[in-house]
């Protein structure tokens, strides 16, 4: 069972689900000396308000199903036009998407291996479609 939120925690959660950003949201609602500590404020109430978060987010339509959805989208669909009017798979696009989803799992500080993962198809691609 979610816990209730405070008047202040229900004013920051409003003005950085409005604005993305904690700092700012913090220096609007606490009584901050300076942005260093609306930052840290900012942070630690995000941390303490992240069930509450991810069921306004499943609220709105961000359910893991539907992230994931279109993570799928995202790793498989963008394409681009070349000069001659042939369309290629946009793999800078698809990198974003494979980093993002990487660090979603917790596996962040592999990107290394992922890039060079990522180079070897690339240039498999490549090969198979003579370019």
């Known amino acids: 069972m979610a816990r209730k939120l405070t008047i202040k925690q229900r004013k920051f959660l409003k003005l950085y ?9 913090a220096l609007s609602v606490y009584n901050c000396k300076n942005r260093k500590s609306a930052q840290a404020l900012g942070t630690e ?5 992240n069930l ?6 499943e609220a709105r339509g961000l359910t893991d199903n539907n ?4 993570v799928v989208e995202g790793l498989t669909k963008p394409v681009k ?4 009017g042939i369309e290629t798979a946009d793999y800078s696009v698809r990198h974003k998407y494979l980093e ?5 799992k917790g ?11 990522l180079n070897q198809i690339i240039n498999e691609k490549r090969k198979s479609y003579d370019i």
């Open 52 to 57: 509450p978060f991810q069921q306004i987010m």
């Open 100 to 104: 993002t989803s990487l660090r979603l």
């Open 17 to 25: 689900m409005e604005n993305g950003n904690a700092t700012e949201s």
């Open 81 to 84: 036009v070349t000069a001659d």
């Open 45 to 49: 109430t995000l941390s303490k308000l």
């Open 107 to 117: 596996h962040g500080k592999q990107t290394g291996q992922v890039n060079v993962q």
């Open 67 to 70: 992230l994931v959805g279109h």
